[in-house]
């Protein structure tokens, strides 16, 4: 008959506390180590977060004075998760005891947690770079900014909402607008701010940026938009008797139906957003003549139009329409 192994008990948080391995730290640290978990042999102390310096210098003075890692972690898309949004993991070391110990807080998007450099000075890139990635703030940090995004990158690269895609920043898919190396603000492509990078062209190997033929619609005679002008309505969007479809207020499909009859530049000029804000380089009618004469190949240029205006300047140029 097979013997059943013994399953051990797993342990209560006081007495994980008493483990000689950190027995001594807990002491200095007194009610600062709200809560104590055990997995898989390694101890992990949740710590209260206003008193994660004291808990750093206790453990620090118990031998424990090597910072391998500081993390920052987004619970929330974890199922069943109730507590604050963020936490922090600090795993530490200890080469006399040849040991580890994992230490974790928890914050809100609001609240700061203090920062632990003046215990260890490598702390310093670990928690700029968490500031970076996740928007976690770090109080009395020396200087606290971002490490590998550039100041003014919207959003935080690592939060679970950030879209997988990326969003619009302009640096790989604005080539011509600014210089290699440039930093843009958000939103300053003309595009929303939530707006994700999709390359909507053909690639010819997977995994390479196209940057190449992005770059080439700047020689191709295209005008970069201006995106400053991307949300004015002139007082020119005004139907006309030879343009009656010449009204932001009209729907697309309103549009093209007025336009219908009429030539392929009367439709394409239909299917652009009629706030003829220039942010292409042209007003709306000057950007249809231009793409129907062949002065310009690039159909992304109307912002305000968006998806919409390129998918169906796109079917016009393809005679599907």
């Given amino acids: 008959m097979t013997e059943i192994p013994e399953q051990k008990v797993a342990r209560t948080a006081d007495e994980i506390r008493r483990d000689p391995l950190i027995a001594a730290a807990m002491n200095r640290a007194g009610d600062a180590v709200t809560d104590a978990k055990e997995f898989a042999g390694e101890i992990t102390l949740i710590v209260a977060r206003e008193r994660i310096v004291d808990v750093c210098t206790a453990m620090k003075a118990e031998g424990f004075n090597y910072l391998v890692d500081l993390s920052g972690l987004d619970y929330s898309k974890y199922p069943g998760h109730a507590g604050p949004r963020f936490g922090v993991s600090y795993t530490l070391y200890s080469f006399s005891k040849n040991n580890r110990v994992r230490l974790k807080v928890a914050t809100d998007e609001t609240t700061a947690i203090p920062s632990v450099t003046s215990v260890w000075k490598t702390a310093n890139w670990h928690e700029r770079e968490t500031y970076d990635m996740l928007g976690i703030v770090f109080s009395d940090h020396p200087n ?39 930093g843009p603000m958000p939103g300053s492509t003309g595009k929303d701010v939530k707006d994700v990078n999709i390359f909507k062209g053909e690639w010819s190997h997977y995994g390479l940026a196209p940057v190449a033929e992005i770059a080439q619609r700047a020689k191709d005679g295209a005008q970069p938009p201006k995106p400053e002008l991307a949300t004015v309505v002139a007082d020119t969007a005004k139907p006309t008797e030879e343009a009656p479809w010449h009204n932001p207020d009209l729907g697309l499909g309103e549009r093209m139906e007025m336009a219908k009859a009429g030539s392929l530049k009367d439709k394409l000029f239909a299917a652009m957003a009629q706030t003829d804000c220039t942010a292409c380089g042209w007003d709306c009618e000057g950007y249809a003549e231009a793409i129907a004469n062949g002065e310009s190949k690039d159909l992304t240029l109307c912002v305000p139009g968006e998806q919409e205006t390129e998918s169906m300047l796109k079917q016009l140029m393809a005679g599907k329409v």
């Fill in 144 to 182: 606290l900014e971002r490490i590998l995004m550039w100041e003014g990158f919207n959003g935080f690269p690592l939060r679970k909402d950030f879209p997988i895609r990326g969003i619009d920043t302009g640096a790989r898919i604005y080539p011509e607008v600014f210089p290699p190396g440039g």
